[in-house]
């Protein structure tokens, strides 16, 4: 497979090109994505190093790669030139899949880039690293099947790691959200299960913290505590425990215990390469080239998939900012409806108008109706 990787040329090695070899994938081409003189030449050290090709661009190489490309990879942060989602987006006009393990920024980027997505006929994995590890693999596993009951709570204690604002606490806890919500959807075969109830607790001294519970419109609640635990000195530490009517799992995301009625119970140990499969790096790589070659949806990471996590995101980021500690869906939803509503009125904004259109689909995708606001969007483009 020809694959190409856009990186920006930070100091440490991302745990993606770790992931290349239990996989025993070659990388054919690297570009830089930096503004930084010094970490250009980091870009083209490792491109030396994985004996490849080197483009000043991602745009050069998504266009002028020979043979084509038929993936990429995209590991570029706030150094790049270019935001991510325009390089995803520029990929996939140049007729490329892209993996980008970090987070979209908004759900506005989830709704246009996977309406681009669709439109050029590409898919895009973003930020679904946790789910591919063996780990919470074997925890989806169990949970799906009918022994262990319907789910009555789940509670996620999650170490993010140190930062200072709870914008970042919130966007490093993506890949988290992403776990619950995949949880929802193969329980409940949907991709656009939402919560009907949201409550919010934040505190800014000391280290940033977040609590939030949701409750589902099946009943299963779940629990959330994000906090940033930069004071002990270390990067993460994680908590999860799902109960189901007849069992119950305990994980720190490395292992796993489940525990029956019957007192007995089973635990899993750790990923066998610690430094490439611990957090699904290989496993997130390994469906991203299964998925290209047999012409098919990857079975998780998709962005219509990730688009419940991004919407819960923003509205935790919104009861946060506005100090609101509840948030009712049904209100919510009455709320952009009448906003729809007035837009859709405006007697002097042509219907044809692009950004008119484009406002409305993401007030529909924020509404949580993410296959209208996809059908809407994809007609802007």
């Not at 977040?210 to 908590?239: E, K, M, V």
Request: proline share 3%.
């Amino acid at each position: 497979m020809r694959l190409g990787v856009v990186y920006s040329g930070e100091q440490r090695q991302p745990g993606l090109f770790q992931a290349l070899y239990p996989v025993q994938l070659r990388v054919s081409c690297m570009a830089n994505s930096s503004a930084i003189p010094e970490n250009r030449a980091r870009v083209e050290e490792f491109a030396s190093f994985l004996e490849c090709d080197f483009f000043d661009s991602p745009e050069e190489m998504f266009n002028t790669a020979s043979p084509k490309l038929e993936g990429v990879i995209i590991i570029s942060d706030e150094t790049a030139t270019v935001a991510t989602a325009q390089l995803i987006e520029s990929a996939l006009a140049a007729g490329v899949n892209v993996l980008s393990p970090v987070p979209l920024n908004s759900l506005a980027d989830g709704l246009h880039l996977a309406a681009a997505s669709e439109k050029y006929d590409r898919l895009v994995m973003t930020g679904t690293q946790f789910i591919f590890s063996r780990c919470v693999q074997e925890i989806l596993r169990i949970i799906s099947d009918s022994g262990f009951g319907v789910i009555q709570d789940m509670r996620f204690l999650l170490g993010i790691g140190r930062v200072p604002y709870l914008r970042d606490l919130l966007k490093h806890g993506s890949s988290h959200f992403q776990i619950v919500f995949e949880i929802a959807r193969r329980l409940f075969v949907e991709y656009t299960v939402l919560p009907e109830e949201i409550t919010v607790m934040a505190s800014r001294t000391g280290a940033p913290t977040i609590s939030s519970t949701i409750r589902f419109p099946q009943g299963a609640l779940c629990t959330f505590c994000q906090t940033s635990n930069r004071q002990w000195g270390n990067d993460s530490y994680h908590t999860i425990e799902i109960t189901g009517r007849t069992s119950h799992i305990w994980s720190d995301l490395q292992t796993w215990r489940c525990f029956a009625n019957e007192n007995t119970f089973r635990m899993g140990g750790a990923d066998e390469e610690i430094s490439a499969n611990m957090q699904g790096f290989s496993g997130q790589l390994q469906e991203f080239c299964l998925a290209i070659e047999a012409d098919r949806h990857p079975y998780a990471g998709t962005l219509r998939s990730v688009l419940p996590s991004l919407w819960f995101r923003e509205r935790l980021q919104d009861c946060v900012e506005r100090k609101q500690t509840s948030l009712k869906m049904s209100e919510f939803r009455a709320s952009l409806d009448d906003k729809i509503q007035r837009l859709e009125s405006k007697r002097d904004v042509n219907a044809q108008d692009k950004k008119h259109r484009r406002e409305r689909a993401l007030l529909l995708g924020k509404r949580g109706d993410f296959s209208e606001a996809l059908i809407a969007y994809r007609e802007t483009l």
